[in-house]
C-alpha cells in the first residue's frame, strides 16, 4: 500500500521496518533480571548442592522458597506451603530410616534453563534394604521454578528411573504425604540413622 504526501510518496512497509522489533517473552524477562534475582538464583544454586547430600538426615534449609511454595509429584496430590514441603522431607527421612541401610542421596548434575527460569537437579537416591540385604536404587528429575526475585516457588518432581522403583515407591511416598499433611506445623526433628539389630526388628 502507498500513500501519496507532501509530494512524496512513502511506503507503509518502510514505516514498519523503521520501528524497533518486539523482544520475545524470554528476552523481555531477561531485562527485568536485576542483581537481586541473580544473587537469590545464586543462593538457590549453592543452598540445592548443600542439601542434597544431606536430605535424608537434616532438613532442608526453607529461605530459597516462597511462602506459598507447591510440590507437585505424579503419585499423589500437591502440598503447599512451607510446613507441608519441610513435613514431607521429615516423612522422607523417617521412612528411609526405617526401611533403608546406608542411605544416601547425591547430585548427578544440576543445570539452569535462564528460559524458563528453572533449575533441573538430576539426582540419585540408593541404599540397601532392611532384612533383605538387597540394594535399591531411584534416580529421579527434580525442577525448581524461580520467580521473579530469584526465589523458588514451585518444586516439581518430572521423572524418576526405573519406573518400576517408583511404582514399588508408591505407597511409601503416599504415607509420606498422609503423614506430612497432619504435621504441618511442629518441631523440626532430624532423624539420624540409628544401627538396628536384628533382634530389636524381630520384637
Known amino acids: 500500500r502507498v500513500m501519496a504526501r507532501g509530494g512524496g ?3 507503509r512497509c518502510a514505516t514498519l521496518v523503521r520501528r524497533a522489533p518486539q523482544p520475545c517473552v524470554s528476552a523481555r524477562w531477561s531485562m527485568k533480571r536485576d542483581r537481586e534475582y541473580m544473587a537469590n538464583m545464586g543462593k538457590v544454586l549453592d543452598t540445592l ?4 547430600p544431606r536430605m ?6 526453607m529461605d530459597i522458597y516462597t511462602d506459598d511454595l507447591v510440590f507437585h509429584e505424579r503419585l499423589t496430590a500437591d502440598l ?12 522422607l527421612r523417617f521412612h528411609c530410616w526405617v526401611l533403608l541401610r546406608d542411605a544416601s542421596m547425591e547430585i548427578k548434575s544440576l543445570f539452569v534453563d535462564e528460559d524458563r527460569c528453572a533449575i533441573h537437579v538430576r539426582w540419585r537416591l540408593c541404599g540397601n ?4 540385604n538387597a540394594k535399591w536404587v531411584l534416580d529421579g528429575l527434580s525442577v525448581y521454578r524461580l520467580n521473579s526475585q530469584g ?9 524418576t528411573v526405573p519406573p518400576s522403583a517408583w511404582k514399588s515407591a508408591r505407597p511409601v511416598f503416599e504415607r509420606i504425604r498422609a503423614q506430612s499433611v497432619r504435621r504441618r506445623v511442629g518441631p523440626v526433628v532430624n532423624v ?12
Request: charged fraction near 20%; glycine fraction near 4%; charge should be positive.
Open 56 to 61: 535424608l538426615t537434616h532438613a532442608p534449609q
Open 9 to 11: 510518496v512513502r511506503s
Open 49 to 52: 548442592r548443600y542439601d542434597y
Open 192 to 203: 539420624v540413622p540409628v544401627p538396628i539389630s536384628s533382634q530389636s526388628v524381630r520384637r
Open 151 to 159: 526465589l523458588c516457588y514451585m518444586h516439581t518432581l518430572e521423572n
Open 80 to 91: 503447599h506451603g512451607k510446613d507441608a514441603y519441610r513435613a514431607f522431607f521429615w516423612g
Open 129 to 132: 534394604v532392611r532384612l533383605l
